[in-house]
């Protein structure tokens, strides 16, 4: 019988070395390509936790508003009245109510427009 080492062909064994490797780069290139999906995955997982913890809080500023404003109508009853002249342009027996709209830009001067033809001022 012959040795098991004069058995082996060089070639086979060159093969099976080249087919080993080429596998093993498959595998580290199939694992390094999901190892950056889900990190990228989880990336997004982050980003939109954050957005709904933001989202979360800004609906908890507005619910500790309301309250106040709904604890304030209940108690206090000039801050009413005042909320009423304001929004809603009640006013009491014996007033006048003057609003004025576009008061904002009655602030800033207007320049004087002529009325004089494009020819006679040249």
Not at 54 to 72: H, K, M, P, S
Not at 86 to 103: F, W
Request: glycine fraction near 4%.
């Amino acid at each position: 019988m012959e040795s098991e080492s004069s058995s082996r062909n060089p070639q086979t064994e060159k093969l099976f070395l080249w087919a080993s490797f080429i596998l093993f780069c498959t595998v580290l290139a199939f694992t390094w390509s999901t190892y950056g999906d889900e990190t990228a995955r989880l990336e997004g997982l982050r980003a939109n936790e954050r957005q709904k913890e933001q989202a979360y809080a800004t609906l908890e500023r507005t619910r500790d508003q309301t309250y106040r404003y709904v604890e304030r109508y209940s108690r206090d009853a000039e801050f009413v009245r005042d909320q009423a002249r304001e929004r809603m342009g009640v006013a009491e027996p014996g007033e006048i109510v003057i609003r004025v709209d576009g008061a904002r830009g009655m602030a800033t001067p207007q320049k004087p427009v002529s009325t004089a033809p494009a020819s006679a001022a040249r």
